[in-house]
């Protein structure tokens, strides 16, 4: 508890065995804990029943519409949201702690922690990386997971409080190769939404949206100061541009 506050935490998985259980160990102070998972064939399942016997299988659809799923099966006053490759850093959870301890309680609705990624052997400070607050412990109550189909949110009526403890990001462990599999992925869901939205293919777009995003990563944003893992990111932020954008050219053409 928190507080004197319910606190349910959820996460939703799929062949996670090699970061499940560093995930919900920095969640296991809390009062429920939800795992839904997209049928897994190796053992994160069998992992997450030593932390939990709520554990949820489900058919994936999408990242939103599953974390959305997810969020609904809490039962808390509040809820903690991570994914399975985020871990809740000692600091944060003690700077929670402080708050919901304080005497006039927490003092805002909804908490973002800036998220530390782990990228091919270091710590990403700059690029638009870090710090990255996102909202991961927010009161259940009037709350909503939001959107994009790839990129959900939580969505919470009041007041936020941005934190200083981190969360950790060990993504990508697979290096450039894995963050350009993921990004052509989540370009293929953003150009199917914003398809069905009715925009349209733009030539200038293709043209000059990777480009920018490409100064913009690694210039305006000091990507360079993070060495070449900070040129790999520009890169492929760049990459990611370009595949949404051919994409809407090769769904308007092929309707």
């Known amino acids: 508890m928190l507080g004197g506050q319910r606190v349910s935490g959820f996460v939703i998985t799929f062949n996670e065995e090699d970061n499940i259980a560093a995930c919900l160990q920095t969640m296991k102070w809390v009062d429920e804990l939800v795992v839904v998972d997209s049928f897994s064939t190796d053992a994160t399942v069998e992992i997450a029943r030593r932390y939990t016997d709520r554990i949820i299988q489900r058919p994936f659809s999408a990242y939103t ?12 006053d509040w809820v903690l949201w991570l994914d399975a490759d985020e871990r ?30 782990y ?84 030539l200038l777009n293709l043209l000059f949206k990777p480009s920018f995003e490409l100064v913009k990563k690694y210039l305006l944003q000091l990507g360079l100061l993070d060495g070449m893992p900070g040129l790999l990111i520009a890169v492929g932020s760049a990459y990611y541009r370009f595949v949404r954008e051919a994409k809407l050219y090769e769904l308007q053409n092929s309707e």
């Open 65 to 76: 519409d599953q974390t959305r799923f997810a969020f609904e099966q809490t039962t808390g």
């Open 88 to 117: 809740l850093t000692p600091e944060a959870l003690a700077e929670v702690q402080q708050r919901f301890s304080a005497p006039d309680g927490p003092g805002a609705d909804g908490f973002a922690f800036p998220r530390r990624t």
């Open 119 to 202: 990228f091919v052997n270091r710590w990403i400070r700059h690029g638009g990386w870090y710090p990255q607050h996102k909202v991961r412990l927010f009161r259940r109550e009037g709350a909503t997971i939001g959107g994009n189909p790839a990129h959900p949110t939580a969505e919470v009526p009041g007041t936020i409080a941005n934190l200083r403890g981190d969360i950790l990001h060990y993504s990508y462990p697979g290096g450039l190769v894995e963050m350009a599999q993921r990004s052509a992925r989540f370009a293929d869901l953003m150009a199917h939404e914003l398809h069905e939205k009715g925009r349209r293919f733009s």
